[in-house]
């Protein structure tokens, strides 16, 4: 828990040495037929769902995304804009699927994303 906290810590002190600057990226630049992963290195919760979905479901394209690139952290930024999350609360891991999202990794959060991922595969297949 204590380094959940640390990474949300961590987060926060980027978000707030952006200063009130506007996000970079519009959101269009999320493709709705793309699943991705903000991470962030040594984040024990960002590991945890790595290992967890790569065993799960090797074949699912999920693009990982370390926030510690200036371009992936605007891009989790377009996607906390998207769905409207205060920048406050934001942390790691952050998936973004479609019209979903997910904060954070946990026994729940995993069968949230099992449900999400169903409903996007499905989705994927009839626009393709």
Known sequence: MYKFLFGCLIVFCLWLSLGRRTFALPISEL????IYAFVRHGCTH???AQKSLKSKYPNLKIQWRDVAS?????????????????????????????DHYILGWSVETQEQFDEY????LKTSETTE
């Open 46 to 48: 960002c590991d945890a």
């Open 70 to 98: 200036r371009y992936n952290l605007d891009l989790a930024l377009a996607c906390a804009a998207k769905f409207k999350l205060d920048k406050s609360h934001l942390g790691t891991p952050l998936f973004c699927m479609g």
């Open 31 to 34: 493709k709705s037929d793309q």
């Open 117 to 120: 991922v169903i409903d996007f």
